[in-house]
Structures are given as C-alpha cells and as structure tokens.
C-alpha cells in the first residue's frame, strides 16, 4: 500500500461502544462518550493532534502564583520570611524534607512550576516504592494551600487505604487548624464500619458530607466512593469539583481503572492534573 | 535530570544572561560536579535575582534547575514555553514530552533493588541516579 514514511490520517467517529464481559456502570462509560477533546489525551489515551488556545500562566493566576511562592519559599529555606503563623509552621514541617539530599520534594515542586509555565494540562510523577512520592504531594498540597488558602485541590486515590495514608501524611506536617481545617476525606459506610484505629481527624462522614463540603478546600477521596459520588445526577462532590485548581491521582496507573478519565471529565478545562502516568503517556 | 526538561526552552535563544544559565545547567547534566568559575558566577547572580539569597548547597544540579525555572517564569514571555496542541499540553509530544521520576529510596534494600527493579525498571538502573 506504500503507507511506508507517508503521515496517515483519518477521522474517526464512534458511534457506539459495547463492553463484553465487564461490569463497569453505564454511567462509568458515559465518561468517554462526554470527554471534552481537552481532555481526550489524558482520558482515553488518544493522540488528538487539534490545535488549541494555549493555557497560559494568566487562565491559572492562583495555581501559578502558589506555586511560584511556594518554591522561592522552599529555595530560601532557613532563611525565608514568614508572615503568618501558618508560614512559620510550614518553614518547620518542610525543613527536613528540603534538606534532604535525594532532593524529591524540590524536584516535585519544581516540575509543578515547568508543567504550569509550559501550559501542561498534564504533570506525571511516578518514582519507586518508598521514593516519597505521596509524601512530597502531601508537603506541596499543604505549601499550596498555606500560600494561597483559597485553592481548591482534589485528591483521588485508589482506595481506602491510600486515602488513609495520605492524611496521616498531612497531619504529620502538624500545620495549624486553620490550614487542617481547609482538609476533607471522604469516608463512606464501610469506612466508618472498620476500627477507630483507621479514623483520622480530616474525616468526613457521609452525615454531614453537604454541609461541610463547602468548607474544605481539599478534598481526599478514594475510587469507590468517589465514583460513586460523582455518578449521582446532583451530586455535591461533582459540583464542588467543578472549580478545582488541582487534582492528584494517587497510584492512579494500578488496576486499569476508570478514575483518571472520571477526573478528567469532572475538573475544569484549566485544572491541572497530577499523577502517575497513564500507559503510552511517555 | 531537571535540568535536561529546563535547557530545552534555553536553545536557540542567545544574549546574556542566557547563555549563562544554559552553561550553567549543561554544566550540572555532566557526572563531574565542580563548576566553572563562570558558572558559578551565573549560579549566584541567579539565586540572588530569583530568590536574593545564596547557599553552597545551590550548587546540586536540582536546585541550579529550579533556580533557572523561577528564573523563566519571572521572563517567560521571551521563551517558546507554551503547548500548542493537545498532545504538547498532555506531554506526549514535542518537548514538553517529559515526566518526573524519583529513582531512590530509603525504604529499599540492595537485594529488592536487585531483584524488582533491575528486572521492572531497568531504566532507572543508570550509573547516576540523579533527578
């Protein structure tokens, strides 16, 4: 056929999708069928060579200006200038994680500042068992949210006990209450069901989950339960992820599951993703 | 490394203190760690002009890197930096294809080192382990 060296291109319409021998919802499928092209790299794995309106750092002037404050902050280490009792707080909790020399907490926020001056909608993390990921995510989410408390950050992992060991994560960095109270997980039944030794003092129980949504500004929520959530036609969650600035994917590249295309589909064309990488992402 | 993502942007562009900064990173790309008397000119002009203070651990490759990105973001309307297409913006094209990896761990031994990630990760098994 002498495609050999020629670029081939097609137009491709779906016009149907069957599933054969797997239980995923109808509503988890929906997610392909309403991804916004933006979106379609990230969710589905597609090369999508459209054009589009660059994202310059002024559609994310507050991820951007946090982000910026955060790393002059943690480059000016001991001796950068606290003006709050929360700034005074996370120069003590950051310390040992800017002095250590493997450097993976500089390096987590650094490649947040790149992907936001390059318009990325994208920032992949991944590294080995025990590299310290969850741990620097944590550190920075908290360094975000110090720096400008009015960000709102999602923060989906795969499961129960990822969403369990994420907080310990953050309350480790011992902030004040003014900054842990902005901090939400997402508890369901079988949550609340399992040993006090499993409860931590971010947790939102689904009793008072609509009430209390609205004032957190991060989020901490795991598969099951977050999929569930935004499945439901009114659901509170979906709604307040409407305006996030940014959302990690914990352990997101494990068990094939459906959660990044659903966060890619419920966060704003603006937001920026972090995670793990998708398959064929690099 | 870091500073390879970094560099990128710095190509093809000239003037001072440009060319500086590009020494100064493809400087801290090499497995010999000294710097030149210029570089390290450019390193403390750079830290005092991004973040006005200078410290000798400035001098690990990582932290030259986020130096030189606080340095772009404070110029970059002068540099190429933004995606233009989709597959740029989701970074699996172009230079913008690039991700984070953290190659070490404390939590894990020589012989599980070994045994997964010399078979899982051959990738991160390089003679520099550097970010």
């Avoid at chain 2, 973040?51 to 651990?57: A, C, D, I, S, T």
Wanted: proline share 6%; net charge neutral.
């Amino acid at each position: 056929m002498q495609l050999a060296g020629k670029a081939f291109e097609a137009g491709v319409m779906v016009e149907d999708i069957y599933h054969l021998g797997d239980t995923r919802s109808a509503d988890d499928l929906a997610a392909f069928t309403q991804m916004a092209p933006e979106r379609l790299c990230l969710g589905c794995g597609l090369r999508v060579d459209e054009p589009f309106a660059p994202l310059t750092a002024r559609e994310r002037p507050k991820l951007f200006a946090a982000a910026c404050k955060l790393l002059t902050f943690v480059l000016r280490d001991v001796s950068a200038q606290t003006n709050s009792e929360e700034e005074e707080a996370l120069k003590k909790a950051l310390a040992p994680l800017i002095a250590n020399e493997d450097f993976h907490f500089v390096a987590t926020v650094t490649a947040l500042v790149q992907s936001l001056l390059q318009g990325r909608t994208d920032c992949p993390i991944s590294g080995v068992f025990g590299a310290g990921k969850s741990r620097a995510a944590a550190a920075m989410i908290a360094g975000l949210l110090v720096m400008d408390p009015t960000l709102k950050i999602m923060i989906v992992t795969k499961g129960n006990v990822a969403a369990q060991a994420f907080a310990p994560h953050f309350l480790r960095l011992e902030l004040p209450s003014s900054i842990n109270g902005l901090v939400g997980r997402l508890v369901g039944y079988v949550e609340l069901q399992k040993g006090p030794a499993n409860k931590t003092d971010l947790d939102v129980p689904p009793a008072f989950r609509n009430d209390v949504l609205r004032s957190k500004q991060v989020l901490i929520g795991c598969g099951g339960g977050f999929r569930q959530e935004c499945s439901q036609p009114c659901s509170p969650v979906a709604k307040w992820m409407e305006e996030v600035d940014l959302a990690l994917n914990d352990e997101g590249r494990q068990y094939g599951n459906l959660d990044k295309p659903l966060l890619s589909l419920l966060c704003p064309e603006d937001a920026l993703l972090s995670g793990r990488p998708s398959e064929g992402n690099f | 490394m870091l500073g390879s993502v970094v560099i990128r942007y710095l190509e093809g562009t000239d003037g001072l203190p440009v060319n500086d900064i590009r020494m100064l990173l493809a400087e801290g790309l090499s497995s010999d760690p000294m710097l030149t008397d210029a570089s390290l000119a450019t390193l403390k002009m750079l830290s005092q002009e991004v973040v006005g203070v200078f410290f000798e651990r400035f001098h690990a490759p990582v932290l030259r890197a986020a130096l030189a990105v606080l340095w772009l973001s404070l110029h970059r309307e002068k540099f190429p930096l933004l995606a233009d297409n989709l597959r740029s913006a989701a970074g699996t094209a172009g230079k913008k294809r690039w991700a984070l990896i953290l190659p070490s761990s404390a939590s894990v031994s020589q012989v599980t080192y070994v045994t997964i990630i010399g078979v899982r990760y051959p990738e991160l098994d390089t003679p520099s382990k550097r970010i």
